[in-house]
């Protein structure tokens, strides 16, 4: 068995006797391969989605390279942010500066692309060699007449959350540079939605359903111009609460506009998002078109669910994520499939957020900050975990071991969020806990549910799929 | 890097890089380490670099890659990572218990001017008892790509561990970045010459494993060490895919401190290449290349024949590291097609030099170095191209040129067989020509009117 670093144990907790205390928000132990990035990861994930606007990262190749056109954040029109730029500096800009080689690559990539707006990310070595990039960010924005932004980002300046506030710091130079002639008293921006695979659409649709208008959407399919004029809404809904709440707080500040937290993972806190939204603008009418649009959707996909819930009743699962109130969403939605949490973690979340998570888990579960794949691992095979939800980089972990998988990350192409989402994400849990490729992973099985490819290996050649309760 | 008076089509010249065509150096070590057994690659700098290198990684092998990282904090780019490192090595000591560790620096630590040789010393000298090698590469991105890193990596692994001894029939193999099946067969190859074989590296179990019953703290294979030590007294290094200063590279340190016999080949992709392979082996072993290997190579020419009409004169675009470029001209040239584009996105290669002795023809044909995707697009759409061959990457480019790309080498993040693709070698040869040629059979085929099920 794995043994847990005394620095890490900390930061794990298992629900029980003991009493909560929990540390987390810290730097992650070196040599402990922790899963999480980096301040650049952070800022890069909130602006990456704004499809108007020219994303320039300033340093070495590798930063640009690993983040080339790997989310499946959509766009309704143009798609420059699937293109990766970058300084690409060498060992003599090191030496001498890369403002000059700044300057010039930011010039052209604005001459020939014509972005509504600039994003420059200081990598690593950019905090260290020194360069003024905010020098050259005024200088460009001055000589080419649109918002150039620097995004403080250099990896090693604290952590991914760093970074997404770096992000919200760039954002908040944009906003209230625009117009807000034309925008309805029932109006909200929505933040912290990416747009992966569609998701923003079907959110926005469903507000638009209700009669309310979007202003913005930050930062899915985002545009630089409505994210000018985000100030002339009244509500911003918030989302993924880690990556956008310094924006949200930012504008409630500076321009008095309320914020209210939602999820839309589940059917439970995507209903809630709608009638909170509702009841802030305090319209009845508002609220009896969320119900009713609720009521549709939900209804729509009911059997559907029921029958993905009788196949998957009991079965355990464990949740890894970046952000910890998905993690909450993730929880509700399991157990909307018959499904226990048994492992909850994240990579970000703070002392409040695992209180919460401690309290929506059952006795046992055990909670973790910031963890790695020994650890990992381990929790999987103690607590018998049928599904793992996590990134590509816990895929594999779950796959070695004949666990089942969920991608619930930034790369994923199936749309998860919504009514919709929650039956594709039953079908994407279904169709992995369910597959039959366990029974033959499994000769090595450790355990599983009594009669679920449990076998010895005398009868390896007898054994048959079982029946599936749901046909796709 | 090629001038714009010998490329007319060229586009104006951009300061930044777009859509890049090089990975960055630490990445490649990360990769070489993984290849010896027991071994946890450590990466000194931000935790980012770590975990950005993993997923991409992660991506193409689907298979775990627990790479370390001293996670710098401010104080640490400030001050220096000697705690960061002390600390973070003393726990993968602990954690994974690893025969060695691989530390490869970042470009923060190498700005910051880190003395990492006597860091580790001192690091090391106070864990007393548990110690086990650590091999130290310097790969900072902006001098260098992931190939390079590769390359020094296994460079500086041979550095640390080889030592000296009485001469044995060994035969060193430095492959380069191919795919684990290609490492298999590669051992396949030599051991049917009778020869035992020390790869440098072998990620072909580490990278394309198995299910386990227990998660593994590193996965089973990688070339042991005592392996890598023998590796000094070897008959032969031959290195595949070699290019650039013999200074920089494995077997070239071997040759100058040990005396191994250096033989460095292009890497074994098509008949030519591959023949010059064997007939080294043939050499080295003292025997014939035994037939099943001559019956696999009779049947690759046949199929040649049979299918030269649907690729001759194709215009192919080919990109990728250096020595898979080179590679895989050979076999698009020994069938006839014309690589109309060459292209890599590391510098100082000579990739001219080498395809044109390789290949007169193709003195006119665009050569390129140090480019990004973008300018490759855009030479592939002057040129007309009717295949593209290379990495995932390519897809992009492939889709709207309206051509098909056929997925070779690293990453292949979009289809699940990458970690075992076949390239090198009469086996490889053979792989690779019947997706070529399916691909332009296939693209006529669904590009007809008539829709002919019969061609």
Same mark, same amino acid.
Request: proline share 5%; glycine share 10%.
């Given at each position: ?6 620095? +890490? ?12 205390? $929990?540390?987390?928000?810290?730097? *992650? ?52 942010? +699937?293109? *990766?730029?970058?300084?690409?500096? *060498? ?110 659409? $079907? ?111 009991? /079965? ?22 018959? $499904? ?17 998570? /401690? ?72 169709? *992995? ?38 046909? +796709? | ?36 057994? &027991? #071994? ?34 401010? #104080? ?8 960061? %490192? ?42 007393? &008892? ?50 684990? #099946? ?16 020390? %790869? ?115 215009? #192919? ?14 076999? %698009? ?78 990453? !292949? ?8 693709? %076949?390239? !090198? ?31």
């Amino acid at each position: 068995m794995i043994d847990i670093l005394a620095a +890490r144990q900390s930061q794990i907790h298992q629900k029980g006797d003991h009493p909560f205390d $929990m540390v987390c928000e810290q730097p *992650s132990l070196a040599g402990a391969v922790s899963q999480r990035a980096c301040v650049f990861c952070g800022s890069r994930v909130v602006l990456y989605p704004i499809a108007d606007a020219l994303h320039l990262i300033h340093g070495p190749i590798g930063c640009a390279a690993y983040t080339w056109d790997i989310r499946g954040a959509l766009s309704s029109g143009r798609e420059l942010h +699937r293109m *990766s730029f970058s300084t690409d500096l *060498s060992e003599r800009e090191v030496i001498f500066g890369g403002e000059k080689k700044l300057y010039q690559a930011l010039s052209e990539l604005i001459d020939h692309y014509k972005p509504q707006a600039a994003f420059v990310y200081s990598t690593c070595i950019v905090g260290v060699i020194g360069d003024d990039v905010d020098a050259v960010c005024r200088r460009v924005s001055a000589e080419r007449g649109i918002p150039v932004l620097p995004v403080h980002s250099e990896g090693f300046k604290g952590t991914k959350k760093d970074g997404y506030r770096a992000a919200c710091d760039a954002l908040a130079t944009l906003v209230g540079t625009g117009p807000t002639a034309g925008i309805a008293p029932q109006s909200i921006n929505i933040l912290g939605e990416f747009n992966l695979a569609g998701e923003t659409w $079907m959110i926005r649709g469903y507000y638009e359903r209700m009669g309310i208008q979007v202003v913005s959407t930050m930062t899915g399919d985002g545009r630089v111009d409505d994210i000018r004029r985000a100030h002339g809404a009244r509500l911003n809904v918030v989302q993924c609460s880690g990556s956008m709440i310094h924006l949200a707080r930012h504008m409630e500040q500076r321009y008095g506009i309320p914020f209210v937290r939602v999820s839309y993972f589940g059917i439970e806190d995507t209903s809630r998002a709608l009638y909170d939204v509702a009841e802030f603008f305090g319209d009845a009418q508002l609220t009896d078109r969320a119900r009713q649009l609720v009521s549709e959707e939900v209804s729509g996909i009911l059997p559907r669910l029921r029958e993905y819930r009788q196949a998957l009743q009991g /079965r355990r699962a464990a949740v890894y994520t970046g952000g910890a109130f998905k993690a909450f969403s993730l929880v509700r939605s399991l157990r909307t499939l018959g $499904m226990t949490t048994v492992v909850a973690g994240s990579q970000t979340g703070n002392q409040e957020d695992y209180r919460l998570l /401690r309290e929506l888990c059952d006795e046992g579960t055990i909670l973790v900050d910031d963890t790695n794949p020994l650890e990992l691992s381990r929790f999987l095979q103690e607590q018998k975990v049928d599904l793992l939800i996590g990134g590509v980089k816990e895929r594999p972990i779950a796959y070695k071991l004949g666990i089942a998988f969920c991608d619930h990350n930034h790369e994923r192409k199936e749309a998860l969020a919504g009514f919709q989402g929650m039956l594709n994400f039953a079908r994407e849990v279904h169709s *992995s806990v369910k597959s039959p490729v366990w029974r033959l992973a499994r000769g090595t099985a450790y355990r599983r549910n009594p009669g679920d490819g449990e076998r010895s290996s005398d009868d390896l050649l007898s054994a048959s799929p079982a029946k599936e309760p749901v046909s +796709r | 890097m090629i001038s714009a008076l010998s490329n007319p089509t060229k586009g104006p010249a951009f300061a930044a890089s777009r859509n890049s065509c090089k990975l960055c150096a630490p990445l490649g070590a990360c990769l070489a380490f993984r290849g010896f057994e &027991g #071994a946890v690659p450590f990466l000194h700098g931000s935790q980012g670099c770590a975990t950005y290198i993993r997923r991409y990684t992660i991506s193409h092998f689907k298979e775990p890659l627990d790479i370390a990282s001293s996670s710098f904090g401010e #104080a640490a780019a400030v001050f220096g990572g000697r705690e960061n %490192l002390r600390v973070g090595l003393e726990n993968v000591v602990r954690q994974y218990a690893p025969q060695m560790i691989g530390l490869a620096t970042t470009c923060l630590a190498e700005t910051i001017g880190e003395d990492v040789p006597m860091l580790v010393r001192q690091v090391m000298g106070e864990m007393r &008892g548990r110690v086990c090698p650590v091999v130290h590469v310097a790969t900072p991105s902006f001098s260098g790509t992931h190939a390079e890193g590769f390359r020094a990596a296994v460079r500086a692994t041979v550095d640390v561990l080889a030592q000296p001894g009485p001469r044995h029939a060994a035969v060193n193999l430095m492959p380069g970045i191919i795919s684990p #099946a290609d490492l298999r067969y590669l051992k396949e190859i030599v051991a049917d010459f009778g020869l035992e074989s020390i %790869l440098l590296p072998d990620y072909s179990e580490t990278l394309d494993g198995q299910a386990w019953d227990e998660y593994q703290r590193m996965p089973p294979g990688g070339t042991p060490l005592d392996a890598v030590r023998r590796s000094g007294a070897a008959q032969a290094s031959i290195e595949l895919g070699a290019w650039g200063d013999p200074e920089r590279s494995a077997a070239g340190l071997l040759s100058a401190r040990f005396g191994v016999q250096h033989i460095p080949l292009p890497a074994p992709i098509g008949v030519t290449h591959s023949d010059r392979f064997f007939a080294a082996l043939e050499r080295l072993s003292g025997r014939r290349t035994p037939q099943k290997h001559r019956d696999e190579r009779g049947r690759l020419i046949d199929s040649y024949v049979d299918a030269h009409k649907y690729v001759f004169g194709k215009k #192919a675009v080919v990109y990728g590291e250096p020595d898979l470029v080179l590679g895989l001209v050979g076999l %698009l040239v020994e069938v006839g097609m014309a690589p109309a584009v060459c292209a890599t996105g590391t510098r100082g290669v000579g990739l001219r030099q080498q395809i044109v002795a390789m290949a007169p023809e193709l003195d006119s044909a665009c050569i390129l170095e140090g480019v990004d995707f973008v300018e490759i697009e855009q030479q592939a759409r002057a040129a007309h191209c009717d295949l593209i061959v290379g990495s995932s990457k390519g897809y992009g480019m492939a889709r709207r040129l309206g051509v098909p790309l056929v997925r070779v080498g690293f990453p !292949i993040h979009d289809r699940i067989d990458g970690p075992r693709l %076949l390239h !090198i070698g009469y086996r490889g040869a053979q792989q690779l020509f019947d997706r070529m040629a399916n691909a332009l059979i296939e693209q006529s085929q669904d590009n007809s009117p008539i829709g002919y099920s019969y061609m």
